[in-house]
């Protein structure tokens, strides 16, 4: 069974750092982009980039470009997505998801974790 | 503001059809597979259409999708009232080489 596991919720101030995980199971973690995805409270779906856990290659939305960095480890199966200096803007839920297969057309997300939610307040 | 153009709400009573809208252009929708996603309150997405009309397993036949030119649609038959949730479409920007998502439609099921 294909699973994405998020780490828990977090609550930082605004400058602190962070880097919250995504843990894949249950089939080739290095055979798939890893996706990440911003909802703000009670707002819709971001696109945030993506990363090949293989190499480690990523895309980042020209919104978060710059803001945000993915990276992966693939010997333990697992992506992050890690801020160095927090503001309150970025409280949101962060989804991980799976992309469709690295190196064909596809571009759906089949399967997502089951979110982080980040709060940043003083 | 959202590169794809959804309307923020439809309704519609039991058992009815509700057909959800998702605008783009050339450098997405026109030249890339959609998908559509359904978030329950309180959930994550979960996928329900992909490369424009296909289902993945376990999803009903009641929802169907399909593209054409810079638009594409979410069909859904036999309405529920489980089925009220948000619903995204979503597919790849050329031009931006990035995702992107439509702002989201919200289904009420009267």
């Known amino acids: 069974e294909v699973q994405l596991v998020q780490s828990g919720a977090e609550v930082k101030k605004p400058g602190e750092s962070l880097r919250i995980s995504c843990k894949g199971s249950?089939?080739?973690?290095?055979?798939?982009?890893i996706t990440w995805v911003r909802q703000m409270p009670g707002k819709g779906l971001e696109w945030m980039g993506r990363?090949?856990?293989?190499?480690?290659?990523?895309n980042y939305s020209p919104s978060f470009q710059g803001h945000v960095t993915m990276s992966a480890d693939k010997s333990i199966s697992t992506a992050y997505l890690q801020w160095s200096t927090l503001k309150a803007s970025d409280t949101a839920m962060y989804y991980c998801?799976?992309?469709?297969?690295?190196?064909?057309?596809?571009?759906?997300?089949?399967?997502w974790g089951q979110g982080a939610l980040v709060t940043v307040s003083s | 503001q959202s590169v794809l153009t959804q309307p923020p709400s439809v309704s519609a009573a039991p058992g009815q059809k509700v057909t959800i809208s998702c605008s783009g252009s050339?450098?997405?929708?026109?030249?890339?597979?959609v998908s559509w996603y359904q978030q329950l309150p309180g959930t994550a997405p979960k996928l329900l259409i992909y490369?424009?009309?296909k289902r993945p397993s376990g999803i009903p036949d009641r929802f169907s999708g399909s593209k054409s030119g810079t638009s594409a649609t979410l069909a859904i038959t036999g309405l529920q009232t489980g089925d009220e949730a948000d619903y995204y479409c979503?597919?790849?920007?050329?031009?931006?080489?990035?995702?992107?998502f439509g702002g989201g439609t919200d289904l009420t099921v009267l």
């Open positions: 998801a799976r992309h469709g297969p690295i190196g064909t057309s596809s571009n759906y997300l089949d399967y």
């Open positions: 050339s450098s997405n929708i026109g030249n890339n597979y």
């Open positions: 249950g089939y080739s973690f290095t055979g798939y982009w």
């Open positions: 490369e424009n009309n």
């Open positions: 979503g597919t790849w920007d050329s031009s931006l080489s990035a995702g992107v």
């Open positions: 990363i090949d856990p293989d190499d480690s290659y990523t």
